[in-house]
């Protein structure tokens, strides 16, 4: 159970490091279009 934690908090960790490089990629598309 212990390491379900773990891999968990690193699987939560790493989605969010991968959603803020999406919105990073998002939002620099965004500005050079306009």
């Known amino acids: 159970a212990g ?3 773990v891999t968990g908090a ?3 960790i790493l989605a ?3 959603g803020k ?3 990073r ?3 620099e598309y965004i500005q050079n279009k306009g």
């Open 21 to 23: 490089k999406a919105a």
């Open 16 to 18: 969010m490091g991968a």
């Open 25 to 27: 990629a998002i939002h």
């Open 10 to 12: 690193a699987t939560v």
């Open 3 to 5: 390491g379900d934690i």
